[in-house]
């Protein structure tokens, strides 16, 4: 029953380092999504593919890129981080593209950036 | 554009009290809504929705939600609060392509 497996859950990294952040489901879902969430801002959309093969920017891509490795894993990369991608990152999927389905979450990358 | 909006920050109630959180949307065409869940430390897990059919749909752990056209609100309700409901509630709607429009979040605390 592992859903939506993030990791890390934890990150601290220098201003200018890269890492990815990896994502991985288990239901055989064909859409899934990268957020951050920020205080008082909900969850805003990062990256999302619509299904494996495809990615799309979402509302604040820049500074990010992502890979849809396979059906079940979609990462998301970070090439040089900066103070203001200190947030908690979630990746999701659902079925589909349909509008009446709704998304599984990970348990979220809470990264800070010194 | 889509969008939401969750009026309350906090909501706070008292244990056996009915509790309500606020949701309206701004859509074209149809609305298709959606309530989750966050509680400390962990990600968003889906109450209900709202797709077609009865205003008022039924999901997890008692919770409902009334779905009203006419004032463009979609608020959570359940008859007797939890100390264990205490969370972060998200309004959310579904648009083109799978995305999803989420609101801001309205914190409910419940206390003994």
């Known amino acids: 029953n592992a859903g939506v497996t993030q990791t890390p859950k934890f990150q601290v990294l220098k201003t200018g380092q890269s890492m990815t952040l990896q994502c991985a489901q288990d239901?055989?879902?064909?859409?899934m999504y990268w957020y951050r969430q920020d205080p008082g801002m909900g969850l805003r959309l990062i990256y999302y593919?619509?299904?494996?093969?495809?990615?799309d920017k979402g509302e604040v891509p820049n500074g990010y890129n992502v890979s849809r490795l396979n059906k079940r894993e979609f990462s998301l990369r970070l090439e040089s981080a900066a103070p203001s991608q200190t947030s908690v990152y979630f990746c999701?999927?659902?079925?589909?593209?349909?509008?009446?389905?709704?998304?599984?979450f990970g348990q979220g990358t809470r990264l800070t950036v010194v | 554009a889509q969008s939401v909006a969750q009026p309350e920050d906090q909501v706070n109630v008292a244990e056996g009290n009915p509790l309500t959180v606020k949701c309206t949307y701004s859509v074209s065409g149809n609305p298709y809504l959606f309530w989750y869940v966050q509680y400390p430390n962990r990600g968003l897990q889906f109450l209900l929705k709202?797709?077609?059919?009865?205003?008022l749909v039924k999901g997890s752990y008692g919770f409902e939600a009334e779905f009203n056209k006419s004032q463009t609100s979609f608020h959570l309700k359940k008859p007797s609060a939890l100390v264990s409901d205490s969370a972060l509630y998200f309004c959310a709607v579904r648009h083109n392509a799978g995305k999803s429009t989420f609101g801001d979040g309205t914190t409910l605390t419940v206390k003994p």
């Open positions: 239901m055989n879902h064909n859409s």
């Open positions: 593919s619509a299904s494996e093969g495809t990615t």
């Open positions: 709202y797709i077609t059919g009865d205003n």
């Open positions: 999701a999927s659902s079925e589909g593209q349909l509008m009446n389905t709704e998304a599984f």
